[in-house]
């Protein structure tokens, strides 16, 4: 590209090529979409837009794993960093059977923006493994992590690229992540990973926080618009850490949740669920749609749901053009990734049905990994009381500015968080030049 053209502002190039049903599947088509969109709207420079339309880095590995029958398997693992130009990569790592390089790149993507958008020192990554941990066994488990942590170690390090847990990785993982990065050093680098237990160096409320997070931007929606949280109702989709958490938290705060699912079903109950009864029975049993003080309803219904607010807590592309005209819920806060595609994004806006996008709802967890990065690296550790009110200021402030440039220059919240990270990120890019 010549330097010339570098600089022309890009032409937002709407729907990419292929069926509606294969581009809503694919979240990497999605997130450039999504892109497009905001560069277009704020005018980026072509060459800046095309720098982001490539993620950094990416490395796939193979890793091998004895299996408890003593044969072999090898599992294909992905590490993506999108972007370092604000700092190091930093992002989760996802076990799951449907991981693929399309879908942790915008994984990673939607990391960079996420960061931008908190003004937290960091560029966006994202890791997987195509697995299914469910049918594996803790020891498998472990072997597979410390395998995969050992593969993708020549480009993680505290101050390189710092992965954290997602879907299907937990405190443990993360531990094992820890251990094995510091064998492979000789010391031990606690600031290697983040969502680790307390006791290796990791922080108070980190399991909460991305929950936490969901709850405070919601608060802050409620003052803007006006309406009393207490009275709402709420329908959670995912019942991990990010769906129990948002559930315990909103019913702490008195709101009433009437409806929560996880993979294999749902739960309903018009009266309110008793929230901590069903993440004690989430705890015993293999899904909470067995749970016995509701009806059971499939995942696709518990969506459809009529409710307040709707927090997809779950995977990506759950609220599509199939489904969008049916939901009806008045708000949908993100606490997924990439749960509401653009066209269902297009149908939701003409409805008038408000959408708190992923990038700046579910963004507590990231804020506590980076506080538990900040503390590891001080060796100074805070009390839960100052994570949480830290997380707090961090939620609110990036919540206002997200919303100011909605109610300035009349956008969805959605365009208005990446017009604010775009800008963030454009700056950093700006300024650091292109190498050599
Ligand atoms: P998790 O593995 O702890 O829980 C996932 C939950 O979703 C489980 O209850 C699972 O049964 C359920 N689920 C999966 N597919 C489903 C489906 N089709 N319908 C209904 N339920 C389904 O994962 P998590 O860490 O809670 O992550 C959930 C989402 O939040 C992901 O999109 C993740 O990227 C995002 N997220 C997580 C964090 C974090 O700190 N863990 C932070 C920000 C965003």
């Keep these: 590209m010549s330097l010339k053209t570098m600089d022309r502002p890009v032409k937002w190039k709407g729907a990419l090529n292929g069926s509606q049903d294969a581009r809503e599947a694919n979240a990497w088509h999605q997130a450039m979409e999504q892109l497009d969109r905001a560069a277009q709207k704020i005018r980026l420079e072509q060459y800046i837009l095309e720098r982001l339309r490539h993620a950094k880095r990416t490395l796939t590995v193979s890793v091998p794993v004895k299996m408890d029958d003593g044969t072999l398997r090898v599992f ?3 590490r993506v ?3 370092l130009d604000r700092g190091p990569a930093k992002g989760g790592i996802r076990f799951h059977p449907q991981v693929s390089m399309e879908e942790v790149k915008a994984l990673a993507f939607w990391m960079t923006m996420k960061c931008a958008v908190m003004n937290l020192p960091y560029g966006g990554a994202k890791g997987g493994v195509i697995c299914n ?8 488990i472990e072997r597979l992590t410390r395998r995969y942590t050992a593969e993708i170690s020549i480009i993680i390090g505290p101050d390189k690229d710092i992965p954290a847990p997602d879907v299907n990785t937990n ?3 993360m531990g ?9 050093i000789g010391y031990s680098a606690p600031g290697v990973v983040t969502g680790k237990p307390v006791d290796i ?6 399991r909460e926080a991305t929950g936490r997070g969901v709850f405070y931007i919601t608060q802050e929606l409620a003052n803007v618009k006006g309406f009393d949280l207490r009275e709402s109702s709420v329908v959670v989709q995912g019942f991990g850490n990010v769906g129990m958490n948002v559930a315990r938290i909103f019913a702490q705060h008195g ?3 009437v409806g929560a699912a996880d993979v294999m079903g749902g739960i309903y109950n018009p009266e309110g669920l008793d929230v901590e009864a069903l993440a004690e029975w989430s705890n015993k049993h293999d899904t909470i749609s067995r749970f016995p003080k509701g009806r059971k309803i499939s995942t696709q219904e518990l969506l459809e749901l009529p409710c307040d607010i709707l927090i997809p807590a779950a995977m990506e592309n759950q609220i599509t053009h199939y489904n969008a005209h049916r939901i009806r819920a008045k708000y949908i806060v993100e606490g997924a990734n990439g749960p509401t595609t653009t066209e269902a994004d297009r149908i939701l806006a003409k409805r008038e049905i408000l959408v708190v996008p992923d990038i700046l709802a579910n963004a507590g967890g990231v804020t506590v990994s980076y506080f538990e990065w900040v503390q590891d690296i001080q060796s100074f550790f805070w009390d839960e009381k100052d994570v949480n009110a830290r997380l707090k200021d961090h939620m609110v402030r990036s919540f206002r500015d997200v919303h100011d440039i909605h109610t300035r220059e009349k956008v969805d919240l959605r365009l208005a968080a990446f017009m604010l990270a775009l800008r963030r990120l454009a700056q950093a890019v700006r300024i650091r030049g292109l190498f050599p």
């Design 76 to 78: 294909e693992g992905y």
């Design 81 to 83: 960093q999108h972007n």
């Design 133 to 140: 941990p469910k049918e594996m066994s803790i020891g498998e």
């Design 171 to 173: 405190e443990q993982i």
């Design 176 to 184: 094992w992540v820890m251990d094995t990065y510091s064998m492979t």
């Design 201 to 206: 160096g990791g922080s108070l409320g980190r």
């Design 255 to 257: 709101c009433r949740v």
